[in-house]
């Protein structure tokens, strides 16, 4: 157990629909970050929050909304997604967002988009 | 150039054997570098760290070569369950402070 959860773990849902994807860690870190990872391609970072506040936006499509309400909660509101945003989407944390801090992932999320 | 790459691989070896990894880095001011292994379906799990002077963990070393800017991996007495992909990670690699991943080295080790 890594101390980060993921739900839910597999999700299917049609182009028009309107999902969130939740990660919660009891790790006590204070950066969380959300990772998209497609077949055959290296992880993508998509968003960083360092104590709550949103540090980095990798480019990322407005169909992807992130949510941190808290330290120890992360959310990825979903909505209009395409076929190609299927993929497992991996949430991480670590103590701090410099650079010397292992990151401890969560199970990740398989979404399949239809 | 990429800024963290690695071979793909696979790279497909006997039980026993001595295998290694590199992975290069483009930009010389990045900070800190650390080698996960990912399980098929399952998310990346730290390995271990590197540091400048080199380090080992039972049947794995890993060393910085910053003048050259590449990590390596190297694992002695291959088992099954070493089996996986190996992935380069690169702290300030693009600039900053946000880690960048290699696509990853798969290994598969055969009896």
């Known amino acids: 157990e890594t101390g980060v959860t993921q739900t839910p773990r597999h999700l299917v849902m049609g182009m028009t629909n309107k ?30 929050y360092n104590f709550k506040e949103q540090t980095e936006n990798n480019s990322v ?18 909505h209009t997604l395409q076929p190609e945003d299927s993929a497992l989407y991996l949430c991480a944390t670590s103590g701090r967002s410099s650079g010397d801090n292992e990151q401890f992932f969560g199970p990740g999320t398989r979404l399949t988009v239809l | ?82 089996s996986a992909t190996y992935l380069c990670v690169v702290n300030g690699a693009g600039g900053s402070y946000i880690p960048t991943f290699g696509r990853g080295t798969s290994l598969i080790v055969h009896p």
Request: with cysteine; hydrophobic share 30%.
């Open chain 1, 19 to 48: 999902k969130s994807l939740k990660c919660e860690q009891h790790l006590g870190h204070n950066a969380m970050y959300w990772y998209k990872q497609s077949a055959k391609k290296p992880l993508e970072l998509m968003f960083v």
């Open chain 2, 1 to 82: 150039r990429k800024e963290v790459e690695q071979d793909p691989g696979p790279f497909n070896v006997p039980e026993g054997a001595t295998v290694a990894f590199n992975c290069t880095y483009s930009n010389s001011a990045s900070q800190s570098f650390f080698w996960y292994r990912q399980d098929c379906r399952k998310e990346p799990k730290l390995l271990m760290s590197v540091y400048s002077s080199g380090n080992e963990d039972g049947r794995f070393t890993a060393q910085l070569n910053r003048a050259s800017q590449y990590i390596s991996l190297l694992i002695r007495d291959s088992k099954l369950s070493d």
């Open chain 1, 61 to 78: 499509p407005s169909r992807f909304s992130p949510e941190c309400p808290n330290s120890s909660h992360l959310f990825l509101h979903l």
